[in-house]
């Protein structure tokens, strides 16, 4: 007699635990894509992405739908959009680094403004380095997972506007929890993922951006054949279909995500996933715990926590695992040093409560010392100060680097 697979709580920015309806909704009937089934599917879930985003002229708006992860949506716009221009990266983090690695690949003339992980964007050097060089794109991302920190992306759309830049951002893990105003922050382009905050299985992405930007990239040659983002656009206007074969029971789960956000109400969704992380977050600083950031820099996804200096964080994870609850260890310059507790998806108050509870006899195990003796930080981002002073000068600064094309 087989048993039951064991249920864990993914305290995860993704992939997470998805709602009972969604799990209906990948088990529907099979279709084809080249029928006019899948064209309403498609259709409906367009259309669903574009209210999501609260776009108002809706009819100056394309969403397009990809098989494969947040990073495929990325690498789309940056092998299909940029051509000859100019792209300045803005990185403080993992995956600001992973734009920069894939516009690296496919673009020669890209540029990058750094900051160490963790730290804010310091908007007058951005602006600073527009007014001085010739940029015709920037791309950055809202939500740095690695650290939680949200950038502030209307701003920065503002600043590129103003010198005439095109703005591009992966907002992967922040759609669905944080609002992204595409025609005010002056975004041209935007990508997300189906498994973050949007709460559906993982596998696809997706593309929002301006129709006439779509257009325009019929005039750019192609950088590769899967992701050839034009193609995806000229499929949907043309035929509401995918240039290639979607992983479809996948696109009824999306559809379903959608529908429950709608349902709720996006602005109400917003509410509620800061509400849980506001629970979460106080919880741990009762347990005595210090974040890697200030909380008003903080997403409402994750919360960066810093791991008492005593404790493994492996064996940490692994305790939590044995109570059926799944974390995130750091990672890159943050590894062996903080973990990182999720509030996205199907996870209840109570099951927080439960996370807390856990958390607190998991941290008194180790040596059954005082939760609030367990850490100690004079400085109360210690590791952010640390990064800031080592990272390279000309790192945090504006710099003339091209990276070439190998």
């Known amino acids: 007699m087989k048993s039951e697979m064991k249920r864990f709580l993914l305290f995860t920015p993704g992939p997470v635990n998805v709602a009972k309806n969604i799990q209906?909704?990948?088990?529907?009937?099979?279709?084809?894509?080249?029928?006019?089934?899948?064209?309403?599917?498609?259709?409906?879930?367009?259309?669903?992405?574009?209210?999501?985003?609260?776009?108002?002229?809706?009819?100056?708006?394309?969403?397009?739908?990809?098989?494969?992860?947040?990073?495929?949506?990325?690498?789309?716009?940056?092998?299909?959009?940029?051509?000859?221009?100019?792209?300045?990266?803005?990185?403080?983090?993992?995956?600001?680094e992973r734009l920069l690695n894939m516009s690296r690949l496919h673009n020669k003339n890209t540029f990058l403004l750094e900051f160490?992980?963790?730290?804010?964007?310091?908007?007058?050097?951005?602006?600073a380095y527009l007014e001085k060089h010739k940029i015709d794109?920037?791309?950055?991302?809202?939500?740095?997972?690695?650290?939680?920190?949200?950038?502030?992306?209307?701003?920065?759309?503002?600043?590129?506007?103003?010198?005439?830049?095109?703005?591009?951002?992966?907002?992967v893990s922040s759609a669905g929890a944080e609002a992204i105003k595409m025609e005010k922050c002056h975004i041209a382009f935007c990508s997300s993922s189906s498994s973050k905050a949007i709460a559906s299985y993982p596998g696809l992405s997706f593309v929002v951006g301006e129709k006439e930007e779509f257009e325009k990239l019929k005039n750019i040659s192609a950088k590769t054949v899967y992701l050839n983002l034009y193609k995806f656009y000229h499929f949907i206007n043309t035929v509401s279909q995918t240039p290639n074969t979607p992983?479809?029971?996948?696109?009824?789960?999306?559809?379903?995500?959608?529908?429950?956000?709608?349902?709720?109400?996006?602005?109400?969704?917003?509410?509620?996933?800061?509400?849980?992380?506001?629970?979460?977050?106080?919880?741990?600083?009762?347990?005595?715990?210090?974040?890697?950031?200030?909380?008003?820099?903080?997403?409402?996804?994750?919360?960066?926590?810093?791991?008492?200096?005593?404790?493994?964080?492996?064996?940490?994870?692994?305790?939590?695992?044995?109570?059926?609850?799944?974390?995130?260890?750091?990672?890159?310059?943050?590894?062996?040093?903080?973990?990182?507790?999720?509030?996205?998806?199907?996870?209840?108050?109570?099951e927080i409560q439960f996370f807390l509870d856990s958390l607190r006899g998991v941290l008194q195990s180790f040596d059954r010392v005082e939760t609030k003796k367990m850490v100690s930080n004079d400085d109360h981002y210690p590791l952010i100060t640390y990064m800031k002073k080592n990272v390279k000068r000309e790192s945090l600064i504006s710099t003339d680097r091209i990276w070439m094309k190998n």
């Open 247 to 350: 992983a479809i029971p996948l696109f009824y789960a999306l559809e379903q995500a959608l529908i429950n956000i709608l349902d709720e109400g996006v602005s109400i969704r917003y509410t509620h996933l800061k509400n849980k992380a506001r629970f979460l977050r106080n919880g741990m600083l009762e347990l005595g715990l210090k974040f890697l950031i200030d909380q008003k820099d903080m997403c409402s996804v994750l919360t960066t926590v810093y791991i008492p200096s005593h404790i493994n964080v492996g064996v940490f994870r692994k305790k939590l695992r044995e109570k059926s609850i799944i974390i995130y260890e750091g990672k890159g310059c943050f590894k062996n040093k903080v973990f990182q507790i999720g509030n996205i998806g199907e996870l209840s108050f109570d």
């Open 24 to 96: 209906m909704a990948i088990c529907k009937g099979d279709i084809c894509h080249r029928e006019v089934d899948f064209d309403y599917l498609l259709q409906s879930i367009e259309n669903k992405l574009l209210k999501l985003f609260e776009i108002k002229h809706i009819a100056d708006y394309r969403a397009v739908v990809i098989t494969g992860s947040g990073t495929a949506a990325n690498e789309s716009i940056l092998s299909s959009v940029v051509g000859n221009k100019r792209i300045l990266i803005l990185s403080n983090g993992e995956f600001g």
């Open 116 to 127: 160490a992980w963790g730290e804010r964007l310091d908007l007058e050097k951005i602006e």
């Open 137 to 171: 794109i920037v791309a950055m991302v809202h939500h740095e997972t690695c650290s939680g920190m949200l950038n502030p992306i209307e701003k920065v759309g503002a600043l590129s506007k103003a010198t005439g830049a095109m703005f591009i951002v992966d907002g």
